[in-house]
Each structure stands twice: as C-alpha cells, then as structure tokens.
C-alpha cells in the first residue's frame, strides 16, 4: 500500500461544512430494539471532533440486508434515535441498502448522497472491504478522510502485518477453511507459529490422514492444507476433541473421530496447550471461536483461548465477527488491546494490505 491516506487534520477548516460521514451502524436488532450499540458509540470521537470545530454532521449507514428495497424491518429509525441521545445536532440517512445502486455502486447514487455535501468522512471499517457507492464513490469528488476509528484499525492492522513484536501467533477458527485460506497464506509469511481451532480444523487434520467422522469438513481444499502443512511453518492442531457420539451424547475423542461422530470444540488438552502458545507469544491475533460455543457443551474451547489472550501481557489484536462476540460473552472484552469493529475487514486488510474504502481516500481532491 503506497500514497498518503488522508487524516481529519487534512478536511483543514470544516466551520460551517455540512460533512457527509459514513458510519457501521450495522447494530444488531431484536423486535426492532438495539441489543448492543457498540458500533454507535464507536463512532462518536469522530463525530465530536468535527462537531466541535463547528462541522454539521450528517451520517450515513446500512444495517442488515434489504437486497436494495426499502424495507420496514431495517429502518434506521431506532439506531437515529439512539444516535440523538448520543450526539443531539447529528443527522442520519435511511438505510444506504434501500438503494441498489449503494451495492451496485451506482454513480447516481453516489451523486444523491453527496449532494450538498461539502466534505466526506469514511469511518466504517466493517465495510472498508467493500467497493460500494457510499464507501468508493464520495472521495471521488469530495474533499475526504478516515475518521479516527478507521485510523486506529489501519494503524493497528498493517502495524501487525509489517512490524509485530516476536513471536507473532494468530489463532485461526471458525467454520469454513475456504473462507480464510488466502489469510492463512498470508499469515505464513508474517507470523511465527499458527494455532488452528474450530470446524476448519477438521480439513487439516483429514489432511494429516485423521479420522474426522462427520465433523463438518472442505474436503475440496484437503490437498491445499496438505500443502500449508508441508510449508516447514508452524502449525499447531487440535490433540483432542469434544463433541457428541453417534448416538448424539457429549463424547470426548483424541485426534481421531469415529464414524457417526461429529466435533464440536477442541478438547482440554488443546486449549491448554493452545493458552500455552498465546502466552509465550509477544503479539497475538484471534479470529474465529474455537469451537461451537453458542452452545454451553461446547464453549469451553473458546472460553480458554479467550481467557489467554485476556491474560498474557502481549500486544493482542481480536479480528471482530464472532471473536468479539465470544469475548463480550465470556466479560473479557475490555482485557485485549484492540478488538476490531470488522471481521471480514480486518482480515482482507492482513491478506491483502490494502481495502477499497483506503484506496479511494488516496484518490481524493486532498490527499496529495
């Protein structure tokens, strides 16, 4: 990634300018109230610092997926209201998703948004990722800048993927291996050893010649594990496993899973040796659970990788989605250094180095 992204500092004087600042409001509902406004107030030392030198702030979001229709069951009336007892003054627009043309990138639809808009404001990192209208479009023409939460995670995250304190581990979950190859390639390159948990395990330990059952598995992508196995990289997998028999009682396994079985965490001795690896480590990275802990059978897994990266005095980076929401759950949520508000975002800008919503604020009028 080369060329000057552009700061607050850049919009220079913004008294009086009506600036357009797009926000991840992208709250989670429930009966049509917010369950946790952490994305709204997220936003808010953006939207003081240009409020207090005098800016008008209007903010613009999606929330869920309205397939491009206006939609009742995503209006933004209940994240405007919150937003008012936030920060009273600020405005909201209707869901961006209402439009096709935000998906599609529609440059009429870009033109609608930034009509009477003076400057323009890019502090969604969950949705940096994406080259949609109101994230590509407005720094075409506007006078632009990454707000102060945007800053913070291209600073934290390209701090990870260039210079990291040694050892450097992330901690890879989740369910599918194909979602997160090209970071595990990545990663390779960057860190020094790689803790693998959750459902995408089983692929590589298929890899390995193991007994997985019918734990949920990619066989297509067996031969690519294999591959990442053979790199002379370290890669740490589960030793033993929990889940339920063929009979669907809770079951313990080694690294073998019998037929009709299905696994559903890692086991004891792996997160104790995974909590191992964490605390050894000088920076650490955690994306994805390690194991299926919605369901209170199966959460000890995660809980202990959480507890670890809660206790070890390493510079610790959560890669948001359900990391983030496994740490709240578990009340260790204020006990890492940075948990990122995107997950897919955060792990396109580890792979990649780079995000569309970053590219087209170095194309702005001002970022020369």
């Not at 030198?53 to 994240?79: E, F, I, T, W």
């Not at 998703?97 to 009477?116: C, H, K, L, M, Q």
């Not at 800053?151 to 260039?162: M, T």
């Amino acid at each position: 990634m080369s060329g000057h992204i552009p700061t607050l500092a850049d919009l220079g004087d913004v008294s009086g300018k009506r600036v357009l600042v797009r926000t991840d409001f992208n709250v989670p509902m429930e009966d049509g109230r917010i369950t946790d406004d952490f994305r709204i107030r997220a936003a808010l030392p953006t939207i003081q610092w240009l409020t207090e030198r005098g800016a008008q702030v209007v903010c613009a979001s999606h929330l869920g997926r309205p397939k491009g229709q206006p939609n009742p069951k995503y209006s933004m009336d209940a994240v405007r209201a919150r937003l008012a007892e936030l920060a009273p003054g600020v405005d909201l627009l209707e869901n961006l998703r209402f439009n096709a043309g935000e998906e599609g990138n529609d440059p009429a639809f870009v033109a609608e948004i930034v009509a009477g808009m003076d400057a323009y404001v890019d502090d969604a990192f969950g949705a940096a990722h994406r080259a949609h209208a109101s994230i590509v479009g407005p720094p075409r023409t506007l006078p632009s800048a990454m707000g102060l939460l945007l800053q913070k995670e291209v600073e934290v995250l390209l701090g990870l993927r260039n210079d990291p304190k040694r050892p450097f581990v992330a901690v890879l979950g989740g369910a599918k291996i194909s979602d997160k190859l090209g970071v595990v390639e990545a990663l390779l390159g960057v860190v020094d050893s790689l803790v693998i948990g959750g459902a995408m395990c089983f692929t590589f330990l298929a890899a390995q010649g193991h007994a997985i059952g019918d734990s949920l598995w990619e066989p297509e992508h067996v031969d690519t594990c294999r591959r990442l196995l053979q790199s002379g990289k370290t890669i740490h997998l589960p030793e033993d496993l929990v889940g339920v028999d063929a009979r669907g009682e809770f079951a313990t396994f080694g690294r073998n899973v019998p037929d009709g079985a299905k696994g559903f965490d890692i086991g004891p001795g792996t997160a104790a040796a995974f909590s191992d690896v964490i605390m050894e480590a000088r920076t650490v990275f955690w994306n994805g659970p390690m194991g299926m802990f919605e369901d209170p059978r199966f959460e000890a897994g995660t809980r202990t990788v959480a507890q670890a990266m809660a206790d070890t005095k390493a510079f610790t980076v959560v890669g948001g989605g359900d990391s983030a929401a496994a740490l709240a759950q578990f009340g260790f949520a204020d006990d890492v250094d940075h948990v990122s508000t995107g997950g897919g975002a955060a792990l396109e800008l580890l792979e990649l180095g780079d995000l569309p919503g970053l590219e087209a604020l170095r194309g702005a009028p001002n970022a020369a």
